[in-house]
């Protein structure tokens, strides 16, 4: 190890906003076994607000693995209304990890946060 900051991990959930009924997760970087528990601490508590629309923002995630793809999966689990739980946002990497598992046909995945909020429930 040489210390350095390319040693130095980026947090995964670079923000939350909440608004009007819907809760934001902005999630970043690479999304895998090291730092899952951190992507499933924060939407399992956002869960636990009872949002109307929980939209998960991947456009900086950069690499996502079956590990982070199971949070997403447990977290929808965890709404009341399985619906109001949208991907929003994500890119070639992204959106290939989500068509080779199948979850694309499973979850809401939107091209852009706008249309992430603005699509009816």
Do not use: Q, W
């Not at 190890?1 to 999630?27: F, K, Q, Y």
């Not at 991907?87 to 979850?103: K, M, N």
Request: glycine content about 8%.
């Amino acid at each position: 190890m040489n210390g350095g900051t390319d040693s130095v991990r980026e947090d995964p959930v670079a923000g939350i906003d909440r608004s009007e009924g819907a809760t934001v997760v902005h999630l970043g970087g690479e999304l895998d076994l090291y730092n899952a528990h951190t992507v499933r601490e924060a939407l399992i508590a956002c869960c636990e607000e009872a949002p109307e629309r929980l939209v998960v923002d991947l456009a900086e995630v950069k690499f996502i693995d079956s590990t982070a793809l199971g949070v997403l999966i447990e977290a929808r689990t965890r709404m009341a209304n399985r619906k109001a739980f949208l991907l929003a946002s994500p890119g070639l990497e992204t959106r290939r990890a989500l068509e080779i598992s199948g979850l694309d046909k499973h979850f809401a995945v939107h091209d852009s946060l706008s249309d992430a909020l603005g699509v009816a429930l």
